[in-house]
């Protein structure tokens, strides 16, 4: 389905203070530079709106959160949702200081986050690409394995939840025959698995899913040396 190009996206999202520009000047220096503080870093790739990402970042204060979307017409909804609480609190600072956005492909993130900078990687519904020529756009593609692995911290984890059986087959799949990854989790029905599920924050689609009775598959992934 083609994206709807909102015109205003663009200015709004270059006078959020919420959305990082330039984000490459900042590699190696995320904890310093933006948030002052030692705190992990945690970012989510293809954030959507938002729903999922602003709940962990306020319940979480002593994490660091970065939403990644590549979209600005989907990020601008998360602005916006920010930009309204604020405004109800009658505020023009940042109501939730340790989470900030950037609007980039992910395909440049070990251009914009150095070796050991990246705590945690959450991947939630993402584009399934379902061509096989496109296998290597998808997000946890053994290409995309191996940009995490540039940035993420010795123990780092990843995280990937989908409603797509096909692309979650994928996902096992290339984890299975990975030299570097193994799966330490994997589950086909999380909402009735009450160990996974323990904790669980839903995003957007998956209150939609859920409630047609969509299984949602999760697995975590870690580095087989961790």
Same mark, same amino acid.
């Given at each position: 389905?083609?994206l ?13 203070e919420?959305?990082v520009k ?6 190696g ?6 948030? &002052?503080?030692?705190h992990? @870093?945690?970012?989510e ?7 999922? +990402? *602003? $709940? ?32 109800e609190v ?14 980039m ?17 959450y ?10 020529? &496109?296998?290597?756009?998808? @997000? ?9 692995d540039? +940035? *993420? $911290? ?7 939840k ?40 839903m ?9 047609m ?5 999760k ?8």
């Amino acid at each position: 389905m083609r994206l709807r190009n909102i015109p205003r996206a663009e200015s709004v999202l270059a006078d959020s203070e919420m959305v990082v520009k330039n984000e490459r000047l900042h590699r190696g220096g995320w904890k310093e530079n933006i948030f &002052h503080n030692d705190h992990p @870093l945690h970012i989510e790739v293809g954030m959507g709106k938002g729903q999922f +990402i *602003l $709940t962990l970042a306020k319940e979480n204060p002593d994490i660091n959160y970065i939403g990644i979307e590549r979209y600005s017409s989907v990020l601008l909804r998360a602005v916006e949702k920010i930009d309204a609480d604020a405004a109800e609190v009658d505020t023009s600072e940042a109501t939730i200081p340790n989470l900030r956005f950037i609007c980039m492909d992910a395909a440049d993130l070990p251009e914009v986050f150095a070796e050991n900078e990246v705590d945690k990687i959450y991947l939630n519904f993402s584009d399934p690409w379902p061509k096989a020529r &496109h296998a290597k756009r998808r @997000l946890t593609s053994a290409e995309f394995f191996a940009r995490y692995d540039k +940035i *993420l $911290t010795p123990n780092g984890s990843v995280e990937f939840k989908t409603d797509n059986r096909d692309l979650f087959d994928f996902s096992t799949e290339q984890l299975e025959t990975s030299e570097t990854w193994k799966m330490i989790g994997c589950t086909y029905d999380l909402h009735h698995d009450p160990s996974m599920n323990e904790g669980n924050i839903m995003t957007e689609y998956e209150e939609k899913f859920s409630s047609m009775d969509h299984p949602i598959n999760k697995l975590i992934a870690v580095r087989k040396s961790s």
